[in-house]
């Protein structure tokens, strides 16, 4: 009996520290409630099962997993690369962030399949031409929207040939679901040889569809000696009713069998006996599904009605088309979001070569924003409630509004004019007014609604503009909210980011908003804050790459703590992991660098201000750095490119204020009256 194993492994931009799930680490395997486990769960030690038994394995590895592993874990692709190297695995491709592909443009389409195959190669180091068998986003397909897509020669890897769908559709369903044969077969649920073929798609000649097996779904990994026969049994019926060329495909989330995030955690061990049992019973032969379709070929030709996995059609609601989902006016506002950025990003298709890389993560940002498009919330049906749309992918579709911003900051890189300003505006649409601060090298915008904080900086000094602050496209978990800090896990500080108090209301007020110099203020209004009235004064120059930042602090507190979270050039971090990234240190200065794109903080020498240790060392794709202030006035610089030499125009004007000051204390205590005072206290 020809069988084939095919797992899909697919995680969002997530990182540790979750109140409601698993984090990053419990998910592959290597961290969990003790260091120490006698319990092999997670998705690390279910490959490791495959080599220690021998068995091939067919794997499917979402873009933004793998963009997680190269940041967090970049150890543990090399596992993946021994399975690649020991000839175990094949590489089955997709789109990056499992958009369902019917509901999107081909233009959309094709870059995220060929985002997904760059990823590939460059971490997995995969000859993309061997890459032929394509996992469709939950498994959601229509021939005539998605067939010419996936065997374009302008994808990377020259065209896909394979599509594994759910057995059941081999059979048609035609306009209505009811009386169909695609109907008789789920009731049924035959030993049937057609579900055991592969088929080469009527009007497609160059795609093939690759059954996956509703039967084997239910039966791996079997939890019992009772469903171990079952499935042995199984197998056998499936090996009688199919012929020399039938192949039973057991396909689903890698999550399951490795027995994390919602899955029972006993499964990890089930599945390992169930390898045993493959490796000891060789009438099953588990093979790579490329080699078995070049030795099985020509297949029978059939056509494939819109349709996706059972439950997903039948149970949960959304349809053979997806449309119960997607359509549902629960998901309307959101749907405008994504559909909005997409104008945006299109329309704003690059003019010179500054403004291309930044239209490019804007892309990417919106890739990710679509991840498993409409996704509904399935706790909805345990509770015997109307499903609606599950509140990550609420947060995650709302962030698209941020593509506003990256277009915002593109057109600006392609229009700058010399001077510097400054301006009130609602960039992203979300109601509240951000202050924007830009020149020729920086555009900068700050959030007075969330903590006066610096929740975007781009950099515009070298030839292509990069995004330095602002990890935007990682875990937003369940808040919609845009501009806010996360707090569970804790992520997206921005920066200038007041420690405790980054959900803070400031007020803005332009001083000077355009010319050679711009100043602008935030004054905290947050009534009963320990921070209320304190002052974030800004400078630019017209030609600096740098804001000169003064914190003013309230009467009565003397020291403030403040957080920065810097990526330098985010979309190369997303793409690349950690390659090419250094540290920037110095006495006054801390920061990064990342190819040819730096970002740094330099503390005013005259003042009271340390390097302090943040809560942790990282936020997502970012890095952190904390410095306190111990003085009423404190200064310091946030940057790009290379550092200027001397102080800036801030630091001169906070150094003549700071001397004002001086020299008023000196004259108060300099009168008589505070001279007799000081003399009869001596006496």
Same mark, same amino acid.
């Given at each position: 009996?020809? *069988?084939?194993?095919?797992?899909?492994?697919?995680?969002?931009?997530?990182?540790?520290?979750?109140?409601?799930?698993?984090?990053?680490?419990?998910?592959?395997? @290597?961290?969990?409630?003790?260091?120490?486990?006698?319990?092999?769960?997670?998705?690390?030690?279910?490959?490791?099962?495959? =080599?220690? #038994?021998?068995?091939?394995l067919n794997l499917h590895l979402s873009g933004t997993l793998i963009e997680t592993l190269a940041w967090h874990y970049p150890e543990s692709l090399s596992l993946i690369n021994q399975l690649l190297r020991s000839g175990l695995i094949e590489i089955i491709g997709s789109t990056l962030s499992q958009n369902v592909m019917p509901f999107f443009s081909d233009e959309y389409n094709?870059?995220?399949?060929?985002?997904?195959?760059?990823? #590939?190669?460059?971490? &997995? %180091?995969?000859? &993309? /031409?061997?890459?032929?068998?394509?996992?469709?986003?939950?498994?959601?397909?229509?021939?005539?929207k998605l067939a010419p897509i996936l065997t374009n020669p302008r994808l990377l890897n020259g065209g896909y040939r394979q599509v594994l769908l759910d057995d059941r559709l081999v059979h048609r369903v035609g306009a209505d679901y009811s009386g169909s044969s695609r109907e008789a077969f789920d009731r049924d649920r035959p030993f049937d040889a057609r579900a055991l073929s592969a088929w080469n798609i009527a009007g497609v000649p160059d795609l093939t569809i690759l059954p996956i097996s509703l039967r084997l779904r239910y039966l791996i990994p079997p939890a019992a000696s009772a469903k171990e026969h079952a499935l042995s049994n199984m197998l056998?019926?499936?090996?009688?009713?199919?012929?020399?060329?039938?192949? +039973?495909?057991?396909?689903?989330?890698?999550?399951?069998?490795?027995?994390?995030?919602?899955?029972? +955690?006993?499964?990890?061990?089930?599945?390992?006996? *169930?390898?045993?049992?493959?490796?000891?019973?060789?009438? @099953?032969?588990?093979?790579?599904?490329?080699?078995?379709?070049? /030795?099985?070929?020509?297949?029978?030709? %059939?056509?494939?009605?819109p349709g996706t996995f059972f439950e997903l059609a039948r149970t949960w609601g959304a349809?053979?088309? #997806?449309?119960?989902?997607?359509?549902?006016?629960?998901?309307?506002?959101?749907?405008?979001?994504?559909?909005?950025?997409?104008?945006?990003? +299109?329309?704003?298709e690059p003019g010179v070569a500054a403004n291309a890389e930044l239209l490019e993560l804007g892309w990417r940002h919106l890739f990710h924003c679509a991840y498993e498009t409409s996704w509904h919330n399935l706790k909805d049906a345990r509770l015997e409630q109307p499903l609606r749309l599950a509140p990550w992918a609420a947060a995650l579709t709302s962030h698209a509004r941020s593509c506003a911003v990256i277009v915002a900051a593109a057109d600006w890189a392609a229009?700058?004019?010399? &001077?510097?300003?400054?301006?009130?505006?609602? !960039?992203?649409?979300?109601?509240?007014?951000? $202050? @924007? @601060?830009?020149?020729?090298? $920086?555009?900068?915008?700050?959030?007075?609604?969330?903590?006066?904080?610096?929740? #975007? !900086?781009?950099?515009?000094?070298?030839?292509?503009?990069r995004l330095v602050v602002g990890n935007i496209s990682d875990d937003w978990n369940l808040q919609e909210e845009l501009n806010r800090s996360m707090d569970c896990p804790r992520n997206h500080p921005g920066g200038l980011a007041?420690?405790?108090?980054?959900?803070?209301?400031?007020?803005?007020?332009?001083?000077?908003?355009? %010319?050679?110099c711009v100043r602008v203020s935030l004054h905290n209004v947050e009534a009963g804050s320990p921070l209320a009235h304190l002052e974030k004064r800004l400078t630019l120059m017209a030609g600096d790459g740098h804001l000169c930042v003064a914190y003013v602090l309230p009467e009565g507190v003397w020291r403030a703590s403040v957080d920065a979270c810097l990526s330098p050039d985010y979309y190369r971090m997303l793409r690349e992991g950690r390659v090419g990234l250094a540290p920037i240190v110095g006495r006054f200065s801390r920061g990064w660098r990342n190819g040819s794109t730096q970002v740094w903080i330099r503390l005013d020498r005259d003042q009271s201000a340390i390097w302090n240790r943040p809560d942790q060392p990282?936020? %997502?794709?970012? !890095?952190? !750095?904390?410095?306190?202030?111990?003085?009423?006035?404190?200064?310091?610089?946030?940057?790009?490119?290379?550092?200027?030499?001397?102080?800036?125009?801030?630091?001169?004007?906070?150094?003549?204020?700071?001397?004002? /000051?001086?020299?008023?204390?000196?004259?108060?205590?300099?009168?008589?009256?505070?001279?007799?005072? =000081?003399?009869?206290?001596?006496?």
């Amino acid at each position: 009996m020809t *069988f084939a194993l095919v797992h899909h492994a697919n995680q969002y931009l997530i990182t540790e520290g979750y109140a409601d799930r698993e984090g990053l680490g419990e998910i592959l395997g @290597v961290k969990g409630p003790s260091e120490f486990s006698a319990r092999k769960r997670g998705l690390l030690p279910l490959l490791q099962m495959h =080599v220690a #038994y021998g068995v091939p394995l067919n794997l499917h590895l979402s873009g933004t997993l793998i963009e997680t592993l190269a940041w967090h874990y970049p150890e543990s692709l090399s596992l993946i690369n021994q399975l690649l190297r020991s000839g175990l695995i094949e590489i089955i491709g997709s789109t990056l962030s499992q958009n369902v592909m019917p509901f999107f443009s081909d233009e959309y389409n094709r870059r995220q399949i060929n985002e997904a195959l760059w990823l #590939y190669r460059r971490h &997995l %180091g995969c000859d &993309l /031409r061997r890459v032929k068998t394509f996992w469709v986003p939950e498994r959601v397909w229509h021939t005539e929207k998605l067939a010419p897509i996936l065997t374009n020669p302008r994808l990377l890897n020259g065209g896909y040939r394979q599509v594994l769908l759910d057995d059941r559709l081999v059979h048609r369903v035609g306009a209505d679901y009811s009386g169909s044969s695609r109907e008789a077969f789920d009731r049924d649920r035959p030993f049937d040889a057609r579900a055991l073929s592969a088929w080469n798609i009527a009007g497609v000649p160059d795609l093939t569809i690759l059954p996956i097996s509703l039967r084997l779904r239910y039966l791996i990994p079997p939890a019992a000696s009772a469903k171990e026969h079952a499935l042995s049994n199984m197998l056998r019926a499936l090996r009688s009713a199919g012929g020399d060329r039938s192949i +039973a495909i057991y396909g689903d989330d890698l999550e399951r069998a490795a027995g994390v995030g919602c899955w029972d +955690a006993r499964h990890a061990p089930q599945y390992e006996r *169930f390898l045993r049992w493959l490796s000891l019973n060789r009438w @099953v032969e588990p093979v790579l599904l490329s080699e078995w379709v070049r /030795r099985s070929q020509p297949f029978e030709t %059939g056509t494939i009605d819109p349709g996706t996995f059972f439950e997903l059609a039948r149970t949960w609601g959304a349809g053979e088309d #997806y449309r119960g989902w997607h359509d549902d006016p629960n998901c309307q506002v959101h749907r405008r979001y994504l559909a909005a950025a997409e104008q945006a990003l +299109a329309s704003a298709e690059p003019g010179v070569a500054a403004n291309a890389e930044l239209l490019e993560l804007g892309w990417r940002h919106l890739f990710h924003c679509a991840y498993e498009t409409s996704w509904h919330n399935l706790k909805d049906a345990r509770l015997e409630q109307p499903l609606r749309l599950a509140p990550w992918a609420a947060a995650l579709t709302s962030h698209a509004r941020s593509c506003a911003v990256i277009v915002a900051a593109a057109d600006w890189a392609a229009k700058r004019d010399g &001077l510097a300003h400054a301006e009130l505006t609602d !960039l992203d649409g979300d109601g509240e007014l951000e $202050l @924007v @601060v830009k020149n020729d090298r $920086l555009f900068a915008v700050l959030s007075p609604r969330w903590g006066g904080r610096l929740t #975007y !900086l781009f950099d515009l000094t070298n030839h292509a503009a990069r995004l330095v602050v602002g990890n935007i496209s990682d875990d937003w978990n369940l808040q919609e909210e845009l501009n806010r800090s996360m707090d569970c896990p804790r992520n997206h500080p921005g920066g200038l980011a007041d420690v405790g108090q980054e959900h803070d209301r400031y007020v803005p007020e332009l001083s000077i908003a355009t %010319g050679r110099c711009v100043r602008v203020s935030l004054h905290n209004v947050e009534a009963g804050s320990p921070l209320a009235h304190l002052e974030k004064r800004l400078t630019l120059m017209a030609g600096d790459g740098h804001l000169c930042v003064a914190y003013v602090l309230p009467e009565g507190v003397w020291r403030a703590s403040v957080d920065a979270c810097l990526s330098p050039d985010y979309y190369r971090m997303l793409r690349e992991g950690r390659v090419g990234l250094a540290p920037i240190v110095g006495r006054f200065s801390r920061g990064w660098r990342n190819g040819s794109t730096q970002v740094w903080i330099r503390l005013d020498r005259d003042q009271s201000a340390i390097w302090n240790r943040p809560d942790q060392p990282e936020c %997502g794709h970012g !890095l952190m !750095l904390r410095l306190t202030i111990f003085d009423e006035a404190g200064h310091f610089d946030v940057g790009v490119g290379e550092q200027p030499r001397g102080r800036c125009a801030g630091a001169r004007l906070a150094a003549r204020e700071r001397r004002a /000051r001086r020299l008023a204390l000196r004259s108060t205590l300099e009168t008589p009256a505070a001279l007799a005072i =000081v003399g009869g206290t001596r006496g």
